[in-house]
C-alpha cells in the first residue's frame, strides 16, 4: 500500500517497477513480501489518490528483494515475472514493460484522479453517471512521459468525449466550449439539438481545486486544432 502523500506516484508514472520501501516497524510486513516472493504469490497493491480512496492493481508480484536498497522490487504485470534479471533489464525487456505499465497503471490512476477532481461530472454537460463517464486526454497521451496528471485531462461523458477527439467539440483555454459550425448548421433529433448544439458557449464545469484544472497551453493547442 502506498499512500497518497508519498512521491512514489512519479516513480509509478514513468517507472517499470515499483520499488516498495520495507516497512520501518512493521517487520511481518516485511516478512510477508519475502515469502510471497519466494512463493511467487500474488498480491494487491493499493496507490492512495486521496485520504481513504485507493486505485487497486492486481496480481502485482514481488520479484526481488533488493537488501542493498531496503526495497522489495515489486512487477506489475505477471509477464514482468519472466524477465531475467528485473535489475537490469534488456531493451526489449524495458519496451515491454514500459508498455504494459502504461496499460495497466497510467489509465486506471489517470481515470480515478480526474474523476476525483470532476466529482465524477462531465466537464461540458455535468453527467454524472461514472459508467458514462471517460477521462479524456487534452493531449493525447502518445509517449509516457508525465502525462497521468489532472491537468491533461478531462471528465467527459462519451459524447463529448467522441465529440472533443475528432474536434467537433472544442474547449477554449478559457473554458468556454464550441461546437463545430457544420453540427450547428444540421437538424436531427433530441441528441444533436440538446446534446451538441445547447451546449455551444457553454462555460466549462472545472474542479474546485485550482492545481487540478485543465491546463490552458494544452487547451490553447487542442482548440487550434478545433479551429483549423
Ligand atoms: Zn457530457
Do not use: W
Amino acid at each position: 500500500m502506498t499512500s497518497y502523500k508519498n512521491p512514489y506516484l512519479d516513480e509509478l508514472d514513468t517507472g517499470v517497477f515499483v520499488r516498495y520501501n520495507y516497512r520501518a516497524n512493521d517487520e511481518a510486513d516485511n516478512r510477508k513480501l519475502a515469502l510471497a516472493l519466494e512463493n511467487g504469490d500474488p498480491l494487491v497493491y493499493f496507490q492512495g489518490i486521496r485520504p481513504g480512496v485507493f486505485v487497486a492493481y492486481y496480481p502485482v508480484y514481488a520479484v526481488k528483494n533488493d537488501l542493498d536498497a531496503g526495497q522489495f522490487v515489486i512487477a506489475m504485470d505477471e509477464s514482468m515475472r519472466f524477465f531475467g534479471d528485473p535489475l537490469h533489464m534488456t531493451i526489449d525487456e524495458r519496451r515491454y514493460a514500459e508498455r504494459t505499465v502504461r496499460a495497466r497503471l497510467h489509465q486506471p490512476l489517470f481515470r480515478a484522479r480526474v474523476m476525483n477532481a470532476y466529482s465524477t461530472t462531465c466537464a461540458v454537460c455535468t453527467l454524472k453517471h461514472a459508467d458514462l463517464l471517460d477521462a479524456a486526454h487534452i493531449i493525447p497521451d502518445f509517449d509516457m512521459g508525465g502525462f497521468a496528471t489532472t491537468t491533461n485531462g478531462m471528465a467527459l461523458c462519451k459524447i463529448h468525449h467522441a465529440a472533443f477527439d475528432r474536434n467537433l467539440l472544442g474547449i477554449t483555454p478559457d473554458y468556454e466550449v464550441r461546437i463545430d459550425q457544420n453540427l450547428l448548421d444540421e437538424i436531427d433529433g433530441p441528441m444533436l439539438r440538446h446534446g451538441l448544439q445547447d451546449m455551444h458557449g457553454r462555460n466549462l464545469h472545472i474542479p474546485t481545486r485550482v492545481i487540478d484544472r485543465p491546463s490552458r497551453d494544452a487547451l490553447a493547442l487542442r482548440f487550434a486544432e478545433f479551429n483549423a
